[in-house]
């Protein structure tokens, strides 16, 4: 007898089976055999040869089951590596919500379902257009589509100006584009428009439609883009391109000719200050030199009068000092001056007393008629 015979003194340690004394069988005809319970070692044998069936391997224990269930680890780990390209922006988000945003190269997150990462294009330019609908938009199969009350606008001297332009924008933050605003499209388009408004009501139409241009797309772009930082939208405007400013259609005719008479009053306003730039100062120099002249003259004149005053006073007290010698001298001073411009013939009394004197009066009147 075995010790587990012993033990359970030949009865089932689970008991009497229903429906019978010990040891028979469910038919209860008293003739199966007693079969005893399997023992735990045998369960867990039978456990591992199904597994190992289901993993197509042999039974060796539960090493196989760790390495596998390893393995699946592993990768799941590893799904969280993802790599963002040059003109890409990773946007990581954790159970649906926005945490950061990560530059181009490799990172890693936390693996699905916990975040995923979405990697827009932040390189590629994006045009909106105001005013006008090319032909692919809308719907034509040739020209541009204009859209009346996108481009119709007032300007500063209330005149209404026609004005198509384009605008050009790129991603600037991927976060706050994907999360901050709905529809990016329609926000550039609105806030470009509300800045040329506002643009276009400061300048007349004439600077508007002529050299006014590219001061009024810089400024245009700067407001755009203020109003979108406000609404942190992540946007960055690269450029605002006028394709067309021209007067309404109904009174473009009308506008040619008040520009072509504007043009003609401009050429006749040149030619009049060209005309006066030549005279006037032709005019400011000769009347300069005249009065320089007159000073000159002037100075001369006070400068002789004082020489002569100075010379007559400095003679009147010689002549007070000697009377005679002063008056010889005089007299001989004013026939120096006399005799000095005429033709003379001195004649001594002494030697010159048998001299006849002759008049030359036919030499007189030649001299006289050449004169």
């Known amino acids: 007898m075995s010790f587990k015979d012993k033990i359970f003194n030949n009865q089932s340690p689970w008991g009497t089976p229903p429906g019978g004394g010990g040891g028979r069988s469910p038919g ?66 954790r159970f649906g919500k926005f945490v950061n945003t990560t530059q181009p190269g490799l990172h890693y997150h936390l693996p699905m379902p916990v975040e995923r990462v979405l990697t827009p294009k932040v390189t590629k330019v994006n045009r909106v257009d105001v005013g006008f609908r090319p032909a692919s938009d809308s719907g034509r199969s040739s020209g541009v589509g204009n859209v009346p009350e996108e481009s119709l606008m007032l300007t500063g001297d209330e005149n209404i100006v026609d004005i198509n332009y384009s605008v050009f924008w790129v991603i ?23 800045a040329m408004r ?28 203020q109003i979108l930082d406000e609404y942190q939208s992540g946007i960055q405007i690269t450029q605002v391109q006028t394709q067309q400013a021209d007067p309404p259609e109904q009174v473009i005719d009308a506008f040619r000719d008040v520009q072509a008479a504007r043009a003609d009053r401009e050429r006749s306003k040149n030619e009049a200050e060209g005309y006066a730039n030549d005279v006037i100062p032709r005019a400011r120099g000769e009347a300069e030199q005249v009065l320089q002249q007159a000073e000159a003259y002037k100075k001369e004149v006070v400068a002789k009068a004082e020489g002569e005053a100075s010379r007559f006073t400095a003679i009147y007290n010689e002549y007070r000092n000697a009377k005679q010698v002063t008056q010889e001298r005089m007299y ?40």
């Open 172 to 194: 600037k933050d991927a976060g706050k584009f994907l999360f901050n605003i709905q529809s990016p499209v329609e926000t550039v388009k609105a806030t470009s428009e509300t």
């Open 332 to 371: 001989l001073e004013t026939m120096e001056k006399v005799l000095a411009d005429i033709d003379k013939v001195i004649i001594d009394k002494e030697s010159g007393s048998g001299v006849v004197p002759y008049l030359p009066l036919p030499e007189l009147k030649k001299s006289g008629s050449s004169n």
């Open 28 to 93: 209860g005809n008293g003739s199966g055999t007693r079969q005893d319970p399997p023992s735990l070692d045998d369960i867990i044998k039978n456990f591992q040869k199904t597994i190992n069936k289901f993993s197509g391997g042999k039974s060796g224990g539960s090493k196989p089951i760790i390495i596998g269930l390893l393995i699946i680890l592993g990768l799941y780990v590893a799904s969280g590596l993802y790599r963002v390209l040059p003109d890409e922006q990773g946007v990581v988000l």
């Open 198 to 225: 506002e643009v276009i009501a400061k300048n007349n139409i004439q600077t508007i439609l002529t050299e006014g241009r590219a001061n009024i797309e810089l400024e245009v772009q700067d407001i755009t883009q």
